[in-house]
């Protein structure tokens, strides 16, 4: 498995598990009818610090994350990022490649730290992650995220220095 910058041809396979777990409803803020065209231009990063990077096989995009900094001016130095896996790729390890990938790339980028604002408690295997990478749930907002089958849970802010 190799990580990389996305390039706007990663597009193509990125799209279609991006909006399969948007739809969902299930783990991301974004509403299920979200567009492409707006989801290209809110998970395609074209300008740094912003960066999109893709975990690949040969030819094939496995998952793909988007980092910058979660605040602009002087609370620019805490850093974040978002995540999917291809759910045909899921159980490989590629969510953690991409997990410890973005963190040594924020460290390098000079991020201080890193914040997630919106981890859904009910995905239990990205809270696992998270916690095995370092991060600290430092808060949850009760009822903060609609299910699309649970009725209202809870949203988890986490959170590492780096």
Do not use: C
């Amino acid at each position: 498995m190799e990580i990389r910058d996305a390039v706007p041809e990663d597009w193509s396979q990125i799209w279609p598990f991006l909006r399969d777990i948007v739809r969902a409803g299930e783990t991301y803020t974004w509403p299920r009818d979200e567009t492409e065209e707006d989801a290209r231009g809110s998970w395609m990063a074209t300008a740094l610090p912003h960066r999109t990077l893709v975990a690949v096989e040969g030819d094939t995009v496995l998952g793909t994350a988007k980092m910058g900094p979660n605040h602009r001016g002087p609370a620019a130095h805490i850093a974040n990022a978002s995540f999917m896996v291809s759910p045909q790729h899921g159980g490989r390890g590629v969510g953690r490649a991409l997990g410890e990938y973005v963190l040594d790339q924020a460290r390098a980028d000079g991020f201080r730290a890193m914040q997630f604002n919106a981890v859904v408690e009910t995905n239990t295997g990205a809270v696992k992650l998270w916690r095995s990478l370092g991060f600290e749930i430092i808060a949850t907002l009760p009822e903060g995220y609609l299910h699309a089958t649970k009725g209202y849970v809870g949203l988890h802010i986490m959170f590492r220095r780096l």
